[in-house]
C-alpha cells in the first residue's frame, strides 16, 4: 500500500484531488509521474483514494450508526469510512441512541449505510 497510501485516503474523504509529497523524488518512484517543484523543493503529486465499499469493525455502534472504536480500530476505520460511497459496519456491541457519548463518537452515523450485527 505504500507510505503515501493513507494519506491519498484521507485526501478522497475531504474531497480533495489528491497530496503533494516528497517521498520518491528522485528514485523510480517518480517515474510517470507529475512533478512540481514549490518553495525550492520537489513535490511528487499523488491523486486521492476513494473506494466503493468498506467494511469497518466498530466495537460500540447505536441504531443510527453512530461509531466508536477501540485500540488500533481508530487509526484507519474513520478514515475509510469517509472515503467510500457505502460504508457497512460490523459493530461489537449495538446500543441505544444516546449511550455512546457525544464525544466518544468518532464517525457519525451519518457516514454509515449498513450495520451488521456479529452473532
Do not use: C, W
Request: net charge negative; aromatic share 6%.
Amino acid at each position: 500500500m505504500g507510505v503515501r497510501a493513507p494519506e491519498r485516503i484521507r485526501a478522497g474523504g475531504f474531497g480533495l484531488g489528491g497530496i503533494l509529497t516528497p517521498t520518491g523524488v528522485g528514485t523510480v518512484v517518480e517515474e510517470g509521474k507529475q512533478k512540481i517543484a514549490g518553495a525550492g523543493k520537489d513535490y511528487l503529486v499523488e491523486t486521492a483514494l476513494r473506494a466503493d465499499f468498506a467494511l469497518v469493525n466498530a466495537f460500540l455502534a447505536d441504531y443510527v450508526g453512530n461509531l466508536a472504536y477501540a485500540l488500533t480500530a481508530r487509526n484507519f476505520n474513520p478514515v475509510i469510512a469517509m472515503a467510500t460511497d457505502t460504508v457497512i459496519v460490523d459493530a461489537d456491541n449495538i446500543v441505544p441512541v444516546g449511550v455512546i457519548a457525544p464525544d466518544h463518537v468518532v464517525t457519525p452515523g451519518s457516514l454509515v449505510d449498513y450495520l451488521v450485527a456479529q452473532g
